[in-house]
């Protein structure tokens, strides 16, 4: 079975740019969220897709973050105007909707804005 | 406000110590208590969890114990081996599907 993979695993643009970061959940997985970590403090929540449907967006640090998740598979995360502060390790995580709890992580996609 | 926190943010452990890793909470209505692990260049991968109906979890080395009336949990590895040499975070949720609030992560070293 395939895990959770994101795209692309690195990524440096400069302050003002825009930037898509792509999650791709494990199959049959409804549940689906954003984390992000900041130079070495904790993952931080961003928010939490069931299916198509935005669950819990209450993370999201501003309106420079647009989430989506189109038809209920897999999601994308758009910063735009990218700030110097976005910087940092985006995880996506993915659960199904019954059964385990367990959240299965993507390997990041990493941030870099100058 | 950070309502999980995580101590202590580095560990340097002898082969076949024991390591430990606490973390406290704030909201009595989490439910659900992971440990995650994670090695450099890849994202955490669940370690072990509990629920606070129970006090210790124990999986092969891995150890959680649990005190609901501090609020605490605390992660114990037996026998560390150098390839447990990686970061760990606690975390906590409330209900199905919720949402993980993490600790700081505790950046553990075994030495050979």
């Known amino acids: 079975e395939a895990g959770v993979t994101q795209f692309p695993s690195h990524s440096v643009i400069e302050k003002g740019q825009t930037v898509t970061l792509r999650c791709d959940p494990i199959?049959?997985?409804?549940?689906l969220y954003w984390y992000r970590r900041v130079m070495g403090k904790e993952i931080k929540f961003l928010l939490h897709f069931v299916k198509e449907s935005k669950q819990d967006e209450s993370g999201m640090p501003n309106n420079r973050f647009l989430a989506e998740r189109t038809g209920g598979t897999y999601s994308t995360l758009k910063v735009q105007p990218a700030e110097l502060e976005d910087s940092g390790v985006y995880f996506c995580a993915s659960s199904p909707l019954a059964g385990t709890d367990t959240q299965y992580f993507g390997p990041g996609t990493r941030l870099t804005v100058l | 406000q950070q309502q999980v926190k995580q101590s202590p943010q580095s560990l340097i452990v002898q082969k076949g110590g024991i390591s430990i890793i606490n973390c406290a909470y704030e909201n009595t209505a989490f439910d659900y208590f992971p440990w995650y692990q994670q090695f450099p260049g890849k994202g955490p991968a669940l370690l072990i969890a509990i629920r606070p109906d129970v006090s210790e979890k124990k999986e092969g080395r891995f150890t959680i114990s649990f005190n609901k009336s501090a609020k605490q949990f605390s992660l114990h590895i037996m026998d560390s081996q150098p390839g447990d040499s990686a970061t760990y975070f606690c975390a906590a949720s409330k209900g199905k599907g919720g949402k993980l609030i993490f600790g700081q992560g505790t950046e553990l070293s075994v030495k050979p």
């Open positions: 199959s049959g997985h409804d549940n």
